[in-house]
């Protein structure tokens, strides 16, 4: 099978081995969501299911208003859906805002497109602070930002504030704070959409290595055709639906 | 642990020097105003702080110890003879006119006794003996009589209700709430300058003997004085500042200083860090979107509240100490106790935190998936 267009196609039964697979990081299934605009319901999400496996990078790609943010922040836990099924790190998603919170604390790693970075927080605060909401102290935590800072090159960028960073070291601090703490799953929005092209690429690259070396489950929500590059799988998102991304 | 708090809050400098300034502005406000009133009230009592007089008798309804009103002076003889009472004297406390030099005459305030050293009346003696009063037309003046009599040496004559004295002394913080210098003389020759008080007393004061309660004592004079009134050295006191505080309309005037102080203080607090909150919504949704609760976020809020506070009532507080040596040479006694201002301090706390907390909806309602919106 074609491995770019593996996810839309996948069956009731690949969708069950991918939930038996041991190396599985991330799954929805049948995910649907529904708002309520006044008298109006929208169905922004028709039944998605998607896998997503440790060290695997997907590319979720997809028009505006296809549902894939939608999608983006029911895998983040920041959105519960109206019906469907989420599991993170073999667990199942469910419960109230504090139990969403708990998982999103201690098993994703969000980059923003516009970074998110606090402009008072230097590089290595800014990671450590993240891991300061999880929970981490001390120098435990200092010691943490400053491994996953390295990781992704910035070692001797710690005391910058974001304003003294160019967009790819922003972008790349974003990228650190999100492996903070080792959560098991990366989700990515548009990160390369306010960087030049080759900045753009080494950012790509660095979390196509990240994802392989750290061994994270990665899902790209992107425009930007470079991505497909690094993606070991990319999925087309329309009109709610998992569809073929070559139709984009 | 990293402080996202202060660090947005020196972040955006000019931001928390008007936070800061707001609440030092309110601390100021709030400890030098209630400072002089409290100072103020301080001249309404400090005769019946300092005398050692357990138990004041009074006339009925006497509001206060400078508006006193007479009784007869043999009630301090039923007085003497009551359980408990060590010693019980007469006290005249009068206003009468005094003559200056310059041919002006001004009121002052009469302490007549007749055993000064036995009620510590005056405390303060700068030059002269009060024991000597007794032994002819001899007084000893105030020297806060100075700002409105005008310079007096020991040895100057002053006319009292058209009656010559000589001034034999000095004394210091002796004062009156009406600002009308204090004067001491002999009981009699107080009692003989006019006619109101002829034979009659404004005061008895009263020292319990030792075991002996004073309120158990005040309560047995009651039962021998039934047209006088009788209080405790606290009582009186409570009652001298109460009139003031009360009648004069100063209480609800200092109430309305601080109100507004508490007030400008929360609209500059609850304003810049709303402000603040609103700018750093995409922040708050950052941190709710890494794993952070409401709580972290009302937290971030609190202690920027905190540091203004404490940074606020530092500078409020060294600004109003600041100023009371210059209120000093106006004569004004700024008179803030450890007490006040540690309730000063609390309630500064507390404002900005209430401040603060005007913006805990704003930010409770913050949706972390803003931050995937462009």
């Known amino acids: 099978m074609n491995a770019m267009l593996a996810p839309f196609c996948c069956d009731r039964e690949e969708r069950e081995r991918d939930a038996l697979s041991p190396r599985e990081v991330l799954a929805v299934e049948d995910v649907r969501k529904t708002f309520e605009e006044g008298s109006q319901k929208v169905e922004v999400l028709r039944g998605v299911s998607l896998a997503v496996d440790q060290g695997e990078v997907v590319a979720l790609e997809g028009p505006s208003g296809s549902g894939k943010t939608t999608l983006l922040s029911i895998m983040g836990c920041i959105l519960t859906p109206s019906a469907g099924r989420i599991r993170i790190a073999g667990r199942e998603v469910s419960g109230d805002e504090a139990a969403l919170r708990d998982v999103r604390k201690r098993s994703i790693g969000f980059v923003f497109q516009q970074y998110n970075l606090f402009p008072a927080l230097t590089a290595q605060e800014n990671v ?40 790819g070291q922003k972008q790349r601090v974003a990228i650190a704070r999100a492996l903070a703490g080792s959560p098991e799953v990366l989700l990515a929005d548009e990160p390369t959409a306010n960087l030049d092209t080759a900045v753009g690429t080494q950012i790509l690259e660095l979390f196509q290595k990240l994802a392989k070396d750290e061994n994270k489950g990665l899902v790209i929500v992107t425009h930007d055709p470079k991505v497909r590059n690094v993606a070991d799988r990319v999925v087309g998102i329309r009109d709610g639906r998992l569809s073929d991304p070559t139709e984009h | 642990m990293v402080s996202l708090a202060r660090k947005n809050l020196l972040h955006d400098r000019l931001r928390f020097v008007i936070t800061v300034a707001g609440v030092a502005f309110a601390v100021t406000l709030v400890l030098v105003q209630v400072g002089l009133f409290l100072g103020l009230l301080g001249k309404a009592t400090v005769t019946i702080e300092n005398s050692s007089a357990d138990i004041w008798v009074t006339s009925r309804e006497t509001p206060n110890v400078d508006f006193a009103h007479s009784f007869p002076e043999t009630t301090v003889l039923r007085v003497r003879g009551v359980a408990g009472v060590e010693k ?14 310059s041919g002006a005459e001004e009121g002052c305030l009469v302490y007549g006794l007749e055993d000064f050293s036995a009620w510590n009346l005056p405390w303060d003696v700068e030059s002269g003996d009060p024991t000597e009063l007794r032994r002819g037309d001899f007084i000893l003046m105030d020297r806060s009589a100075e700002r409105r009599f005008g310079p007096f040496e020991v040895g100057d004559y002053r006319e009292i209700l058209g009656h010559r004295f000589r001034i034999i002394g000095a004394t210091r913080g002796a004062a009156s709430f009406t600002t009308a210098p204090v004067v ?94 609103v700018e750093h919504v995409k922040e708050f949704g950052t941190v709710k979107a890494i794993g952070g609760s409401n709580w972290d976020i009302y937290r971030i809020l609190g202690e920027q509240a905190l540091i203004a506070a404490v940074v606020g009532y530092a500078i409020g507080a060294a600004m109003s100490f600041g100023m009371r040596p210059l209120l000093a040479q106006l004569h004004l006694n700024v008179l803030v106790s450890p007490q006040f201002a540690a309730t000063v301090f609390a309630g500064t706390v507390l404002m900005c935190l209430g401040a603060a907390m005007l913006s805990f909806k704003r930010v409770a309602g913050i949706d972390p998936a803003l931050v995937f919106r462009a």
């Open chain 1, 128 to 167: 450590e602070y993240a891991l300061n909401v999880k929970g981490a102290r001390g120098r435990g935590a200092a010691a943490e930002a400053a491994r996953v800072l390295d990781l992704v090159g910035l070692g001797d960028r710690r005391r910058f504030l974001p304003r003294d960073l160019s967009g």
């Open chain 2, 184 to 277: 001491f003389m002999d009981f009699r020759r107080a009692q003989g300058l006019q006619q109101t008080v002829h034979n009659r007393t404004s005061y008895i004061l009263v020292r319990v003997a030792p075991g002996h309660d004073a309120a158990q004592v005040a309560e047995r004079i009651r039962a021998v004085t039934p047209y006088n009134d009788v209080y405790t050295r606290a009582e009186w006191a409570a009652r001298s500042r109460n009139y003031w505080v009360v009648s004069t309309g100063l209480g609800m005037n200092m109430g309305i200083t601080v109100f507004l102080g508490i007030l400008v203080g929360i609209v500059v607090v609850a304003q810049t860090l709303y402000t603040s909150a």
């Open chain 2, 88 to 101: 019980a004297d007469n006290a005249i406390v009068q206003f009468m006119n005094i003559m200056l030099p």
